[in-house]
């Protein structure tokens, strides 16, 4: 995608305002909505997920919000070969794609690229983990020398699957990983994290798990585990499902069940934090907590998006 379509990313914990700001962004300059938040992908977790509403979706175009079903496991691969068609349509209609979420690996495959490496037989990688450190390093030196080096003494796991990559593809782990483009051109786009002040964030989490159980969220939990779903799945591990279950299970209650929820989100807002931190360190911070104010600071950031309907110069 080249640089006369705009793309702008906009990227942050759970809890941070993303969803708002990229609706006022959107509207301001006649852009489009494409989710990158692997939660919100699901049908299923409107409420759990805090999902755009119904009324919100109307407002503008909104993509990939709510497309998958509890049952369908979404990989990373997956979104990014939906998203590329998805960011390619709405530069043909000659409009921005605002992409917002806080799904960290979705943003690298945009920005870096990622390696969709092939899926190996599980019981290959456990039968290769038995050997032992030393046999399986010694293999993966012959076969992958690169991939070798870079794994830490002690971790079988990792070997393991790199040496089970090796013997089943043909082709060494590390070839697959440098085999890798980003889906947009450094030109094409550009992004902000939203980083609001560690506190404010974990009170607004609190504040959202008590306004999501208002809205919902017990009865979204009681028909989701009511299927009998693998809790494997991705949809099964969203953040508060467990907690919120136990209640309705007759295991806690509500009052325990909504703390242990809300602990949750606070532990996944500050992993989030801090791969943002780690994985997107150039990109510009907006530290308001408050709609107005995180406005402001976009704006401020970005005085020329406005001025150029959005494309990037």
Sequence with gaps: MGAAASVILIAGPTASGKSALALWLAERI???????????????????????????E????????????????????????????????????????????????????????????????????????????????????????????????????????????????????????????PMLAPDAWRGVVLEPPRAALYARCDARLTAMVAAGAL?????????GLSPALPAMKAVGLRELAAHVAGEASLEEALAAAQQATRRYAKRQLTWFRNQTPDWPRVGAVDPEGQQRQFLALFADLTATGGRVI
Excluded: C, K
């Design 219 to 227: 009865e979204e939990a009681a028909a989701l585990m009511a299927r």
């Design 58 to 181: 109307a407002r503008l175009p909104h993509h990939l919000f709510g497309v998958a079903d509890a049952a369908d496991g979404w990989s990373v691969g997956r979104w990014t070969r939906a998203a590329g068609p998805v960011l390619a349509q709405v530069a043909a209609r000659g409009r921005t794609a605002v992409v917002v979420g806080g799904t960290g690996l979705y943003f690298r495959a945009l920005t870096q690229g990622l390696a969709e490496v092939p899926e190996t037989p599980l019981a290959h990688a456990q039968a290769l983990a038995a050997l032992g450190e030393p046999a399986l390093r010694l293999r993966l030196e012959r076969l992958d020398p690169e991939a070798a080096a870079r794994i830490f003494p002690g971790d079988l796991q990792r070997l393991a699957r790199a040496l089970a990559v090796a013997e089943t593809t043909g082709r060494p782990l590390s070839a697959w990983q440098a085999d890798t483009r």
């Design 30 to 56: 006649g852009g489009e909505i494409v989710n990158a938040d692997a939660l919100q992908l699901y049908r299923d977790l409107r409420v759990l997920s805090a999902r755009p509403s119904p009324e919100e």
